[in-house]
């Protein structure tokens, strides 16, 4: 039961991965468009940080097991 749970918390993990990556790119695409507003901004600097970040630790985590 951990196990799939574990699973499952994974699973989790990646979708949210995938789908910062996705809307950090609307957040570009929307910049070369217009001027972003001060919360755009904000989630644009916060995901564009996140995510290689997250991805370093998860590749860290992969290799320590």
Same mark, same amino acid.
């Given at each position: %039961?951990? #196990?799939? !749970?574990?699973? *499952? @918390?994974?699973?989790?993990?990646?979708?949210?991965? *995938? +789908?910062?990556?996705?809307?950090?790119?609307? !957040? @570009?695409?929307? @910049?070369?468009?217009? @001027?972003?507003?001060?919360?755009? %901004? #904000? %989630?644009?600097?916060? #995901? +564009?940080?996140?995510?290689?970040?997250?991805?370093?630790?998860? %590749?860290?985590? &992969? &290799?320590? #097991?």
């Amino acid at each position: %039961m951990i #196990t799939i !749970l574990e699973n *499952i @918390k994974d699973f989790a993990f990646l979708l949210i991965f *995938i +789908s910062s990556a996705i809307y950090c790119r609307q !957040l @570009k695409l929307t @910049k070369w468009k217009r @001027k972003l507003s001060k919360g755009e %901004m #904000t %989630m644009y600097l916060i #995901t +564009s940080i996140a995510i290689p970040v997250y991805a370093a630790i998860y %590749m860290l985590l &992969l &290799l320590g #097991t």
